[in-house]
């Protein structure tokens, strides 16, 4: 690593674990003290200055931390990216941006201004700066015009020959083409601020997230002291309980969106970190007075990323591909500020001791190393609530040093009787099912009772919707009778 990349990891784990436990005002990720020491920092900036800081970009605030109470309210972010007004603010060099606007050329042949605007994320003002340069140096022209500036106007822009000679090195260096990423630097001052690490929830917080659910209020006496540590939980149990449908409910407890980069910059190779597959955009508001923000973020709900069995050593290293000269993420960092779930742990690819070994040092030091394919070993922050569920024995999962890492555990165990009818009763209600005490009480005893059959919790939900997939097949309402019930139970249950 570089010294400067060396120096900020440094001052972001001081600012995680604040030697005065008290320097921990109300912010989210960053202590009052912190803020004042960047105020100093801005004052000895000078004019030659080519990496600042991402809380203030060209002297000018580029992203705002804002002092919070708990739980978060969405209207007061902990991490604001304001829009970089200069390429200086963009924390990229120009060349890095004029080349990125002749891949974009390249890739979609003739892009009018505002196109160009659109794909890269930065403003008209650099974006016509760039090409502008670009045209002195006869690497693009214009085809046609109206109105004035690039922003404004239906200039469209195409390569010249020489610029088609020039990108063609381009691409066998880099074929990134997509949103201008964001320098590793101002990433890792965003995880920092919009930690996960910093919650205050109690029961009354978690409770209206999981009112479809009937749980034992011990669930949330183990879940919420972990939440609010941020630290890893195991969950543990017979499968079809919970387990999973308690995890999707957790990520909403943390509360506040965030923002995530399209992609950050390391040593001009680019790591996609934005996922359309994990992650929820949110909208960003329409009010005009609100401060306009920088495009190469994404506004999100917090993330929660679910791996199974189909998990890889290879799916928690940086993926450099050889075709596209660029890194894909891998899981923990696309998670960071949110929750990972390693879902059936124990089924992997990769045996239990393979994967508990790379993720002990991440757990206790909050700080993940990813090797680059050039030998570079990076540095990031591990700012992700991991939680493990399997449905096996621990003991023949996890050794103890494991166990004392993960210091919260939970077993979910399977309903007793009463709360087995209590999830009986809110499917009903949920499915439109008429409630029907007899033909439930003839369920129970004959279907669980006689044949001494366990209640699990995932039932209800799987066999009432067979009552209702039944009744539409034969024509009529959904209804509890006798006759029903044997046959979805019937097709639900294996007989051995």
């Not at 020039?166 to 930690?195: E, F």
């Not at 129970?444 to 006689?450: D, F, G, I, S």
Request: hydrophobic residues 40%.
């Amino acid at each position: 690593m570089s010294t400067d990349n060396n120096e900020t990891n440094e001052h972001l784990r001081r600012r995680r674990k604040p030697e005065n436990p008290d320097a921990r005002k109300t912010l989210v990720g960053m202590a009052m003290a912190d803020i004042e020491e960047l105020s100093a920092e801005i004052i000895e900036l000078n004019e030659n200055e080519t990496e600042i800081p991402a809380i203030v970009q060209g002297k000018t605030p580029a992203a705002r931390l804002v002092p919070v109470t708990k739980p978060r309210r969405e209207s007061e972010p902990a991490f604001l990216p304001y829009s970089p007004t200069n390429i200086l603010s963009t924390g990229l060099t120009s060349s890095y941006i004029e080349e990125l606007c002749l891949k974009h050329l390249f890739q979609g042949g003739g892009l009018r201004g505002n196109d160009l605007v659109s794909r890269i994320g930065l403003s008209p003002v650099i974006i016509e700066e760039v090409m502008e340069k670009l045209r002195r140096n006869k690497m693009v022209e214009i085809t046609g015009s109206t109105g004035a500036g690039i922003g404004r106007s239906n200039m469209v822009w195409h390569l010249t020959n020489l610029g088609h000679d020039y990108i063609s090195r381009i691409l066998d260096r880099d074929m990134y083409i997509g949103p201008a990423p964001v320098p590793i630097k101002y990433y890792l001052q965003a995880v920092n601020a919009q930690t996960i690490r910093s919650n205050a929830l109690r029961k009354d917080d978690l409770e209206p997230h999981f009112t479809d659910l009937v749980l034992r209020p011990s669930v949330f006496d183990a879940i919420g002291p972990a939440m609010n540590s941020g630290k890893a939980l195991f969950f543990y149990g017979p499968p079809g309980n919970g387990k999973t449908a308690i995890c999707e409910r957790m990520t909403a407890c943390f509360g506040g969106d965030i923002f995530i980069p399209f992609s950050v910059l390391v040593d001009d190779f680019v790591i996609k970190i934005f996922d359309e597959n994990l992650h929820q955009p949110v909208s960003l508001s329409s009010d005009p007075n609100e401060p306009v923000l920088d495009r190469r973020w994404v506004k999100c709900r917090r993330p929660m990323v679910v791996v199974g069995g189909e998990l890889e050593m290879s799916d928690m290293d940086l993926n450099y591909s050889e075709q596209v000269k660029y890194y894909e993420a891998p899981i923990q960092l696309k998670a960071n500020n949110g929750m990972l779930l390693i879902d059936d742990f124990g089924r992997q690819r990769i045996s239990p001791k393979e994967l508990l070994n790379r993720w002990i040092v991440p757990l206790e030091s909050e700080v993940d190393y990813l090797a680059m394919h050039t030998g570079k070993k990076l540095e990031v922050p591990f700012d992700v609530f991991v939680v493990f569920s399997t449905n096996l024995n621990p003991k023949d999962l996890v050794d103890d040093a494991f166990l004392r890492r993960v210091r919260y555990k939970l077993e979910v165990i399977r309903p007793d009787e009463g709360l087995f009818m209590e999830i009986l009763r809110k499917e009903c209600l949920k499915q439109r099912i008429p409630w029907s005490p007899d033909m439930v009480d003839y369920l129970v005893e004959y279907h669980y009772k006689r044949v001494k059959r366990p209640f699990n919790a995932c039932e209800p939900r799987d066999l009432m919707s067979q009552v209702v997939d039944l009744s539409n097949y034969r024509g009529h309402e959904p209804v509890l009778q006798k006759e029903i019930i044997d046959k979805v139970v019937t097709n639900y249950f294996i007989k051995f």
